[in-house]
T-cell receptor
Framework: KQEVTQIPAALSVPEGENLVLNCSFT??????LQWFRQDPGKGLTSLLL?????REQTSGRLNASLDKSSGRSTLYIAASQPGDSATYLC????????????FGAGTRLFVKA | SAVISQKPSRDICQRGTSLTIQCQVD?????MFWYRQQPGQSLTLIAT?????????ESGFVIDKFPISRPNLTFSTLTVSNMSPEDSSIYLC???????????FGDGTRLSIL
């Protein structure tokens, strides 16, 4: 059974700091891994999608890496801003069982001005 | 990416009543899903909405409680039936164009049951 864990559960940093969010998964048989952002009371916004054959993806100040063999992914946020404050969720799509997406519980990030 | 419109955005309902949530996509999509997010928790898949046939429900969710329709490739509804306070959650519609594509979400419906 695939389980996705995100550490830390919450994080508070001063503006301008670089930070890393961690995601681990128990079954390496994944199709891809996706990072999302969720603002309070809102839906999920897709940030980055990494296919199982890829090592990393970048979009602006965001960089996501994937080490499938060790079951780990990191989301790196450079020069954090107060507008980055949100919950960040990691999700893996399984290769079997109907290609279902399994979500982590998320990391709640607060960037202080 | 697909633009997903979900209605209503929020509602407050009396226990024992039912509410239908609509999800409209601006383009045809292969797969549509309905998720529930209870307060402070992550997402749980309720069902996969299948076009022209009965939805595929996950363990713990049944058609009598959460009937789903998907009459075409751009529209789906989820009904939450005979609501109780335990049904208070955010309900999210999601679409997937292909297994190597990003999954996208609507803004969700925040449902409170009194």
């Amino acid at each position: 059974k695939q389980e996705v864990t995100q550490i830390p559960a919450a994080l508070s940093v001063p503006e301008g700091e670089n930070l890393v969010l961690n995601c681990s998964f128990t079954d390496s048989a994944i199709y891809n891994l996706q990072w999302f952002r969720q603002d309070p009371g809102k839906g999920l916004t897709s940030l980055l999608l990494i296919q199982s054959s890829q090592r990393e993806q970048t979009s602006g100040r965001l960089n996501a890496s994937l080490d499938k063999s060790s079951g780990r992914s990191t989301l790196y946020i450079a020069a954090s801003q107060p507008g980055d404050s949100a919950t960040y969720l990691c999700a893996v799509r399984r290769q079997t069982g109907g290609f279902k997406t399994i979500f982590g519980a998320g990391t709640r990030l607060f960037v202080k001005a | 990416s697909a633009v997903i419109s979900q209605k209503p955005s929020r509602d407050i309902c009396q226990r024992g009543t039912s509410l239908t949530i609509q999800c409209q996509v601006d383009s045809q999509v292969t797969m549509m899903f309905w998720y529930r997010q209870q307060p402070g928790q992550s997402l749980t898949l309720i069902a996969t909405a299948n076009q022209g046939s009965e939805a595929t429900y996950e363990s713990g969710f049944v058609i009598d409680k959460f009937p789903i329709s998907r009459p075409n490739l751009t529209f789906s509804t989820l009904t939450v039936s005979n609501m109780s306070p335990e049904d208070s959650s955010i309900y999210l519609c999601s679409v997937l164009q292909g297994n190597n594509q990003p999954q996208h979400f609507g803004d969700g419906t925040r449902l409170s049951i009194l």
